[in-house]
């Protein structure tokens, strides 16, 4: 079984504060996705990772950066996190050439 | 623009019968549809998926149809069962792996015992 985990479930920042968002996934996959889910505007994707040390921008990357260091593990950085970024954060990866994506349990970040 | 649509954000349906989830596209390019669902505080999982060669694909209680010329597609499922109550995600894919999932912004299915 793929299993996509996230390093915390629930996480409560200050305005202002830099913001680490861990995902490490055990399938080998190249593909790894960041998003963000709010009610009424379902899952927008922040970025994307097609392997190790690239990026790609996806729907709304303002506000955020990524890293990715070793194949497994995809990282979302808040780099000064503000109220608007209040929300579920959820990590996804995939075989290249496939299409579903697994995703990870989600992180519940509220900032204050 | 959206290029993935679910209309309704929310449907209300009686146990055991059967619920409807509907999803439209733009992309005349998407090839690959699939359907997610979603409880909350929880991560999405996938649930059934349907390739453009097919208009239908069936597992269990769920069978995903698939109207090309219409560029709609539907979720069955039947019977409903209260355990079914979740967010349902619609994604699309113009080809396979490299290229993110366009996502829906999801139907709130909430089955009533």
């Known amino acids: ?112 | 623009d959206q290029q993935v649509k679910q209309n309704s954000p929310s449907l209300s349906v009686q146990e055991g019968r059967i619920s409807i989830l509907n999803c439209d596209y733009t992309n005349s390019m998407f090839d690959y549809f699939l359907w997610y669902k979603k409880y909350p505080a929880e991560g999405p999982t996938f649930l059934i998926s349907i390739s453009s060669i097919k208009d239908k694909n069936e597992d269990g209680r769920f069978t995903v149809f698939l109207n090309k010329s219409a560029k709609h597609l539907s979720l069955h499922i039947v019977p409903s069962q209260p355990g079914d109550s979740a967010v349902y995600f619609c994604a699309a894919s113009p080809f396979s792996g490299n290229t993110p999932l366009v996502f829906g912004k999801g139907t709130r299915l909430s089955v009533i015992a």
Not at chain 1, 54 to 62: L, R, S, T, V, Y
Request: charged residues 30%.
């Open chain 1, 1 to 112: 079984d793929v299993k996509v985990t996230q390093s915390s479930r629930y996480l409560v920042k200050r305005t202002g504060e830099k913001v680490f968002l861990e995902c490490v996934q055990d399938m080998d996959h190249e593909n790894m996705f960041w998003y963000r889910q709010d009610p009424g505007l379902g899952l927008r994707l922040i970025y994307f990772s097609y392997d190790v040390k690239m990026k790609e921008k996806g729907d709304i990357p303002e506000g955020y950066s990524v890293s990715r260091e070793k194949k497994e593990r995809f990282s979302l950085i808040l780099e000064s996190a503000s109220t608007n970024q209040t929300s579920m954060y959820l990590c996804a990866s995939v075989d290249r050439g496939l299409y579903e994506q697994y995703f990870g349990p989600g992180t519940r970040l509220t900032v204050t």
